[in-house]
């Protein structure tokens, strides 16, 4: 099964603090989205060791050489409840 992203209020690039529209200024949660929906150009930019689900882990594929802020191609997002 394939994953992609939602075409959702989340992952617009209107979406403002507070969970607001900002082109319809109203507030929206993930359930939302519309006809003016652009996604946002960079949807995590903190793509480290430090925010990898894999970092200190069993799974991480370089242990000896990880640290909070090194940048590595098997980086993996942690999850959210």
Excluded: Y
């Excluded at 430090?50 to 191609?73: D, I, L, Q, V, Y």
């Amino acid at each position: 099964m394939a994953i992609r992203l939602a075409s959702n209020c989340v992952n617009c690039k209107n979406l403002a603090e507070g969970s607001l529209c900002s082109q319809h200024n109203i507030e929206v949660t993930e359930k939302h989205t519309c006809d003016s929906f652009t996604m946002k150009e960079a949807l995590k930019s903190d793509v480290n060791c430090g925010t990898c689900s894999r970092f200190n882990r069993p799974s991480c594929a370089h242990p000896a050489k990880a640290s909070a802020e090194m940048t590595c191609a098997k980086w993996a997002p942690q999850a959210m409840a």
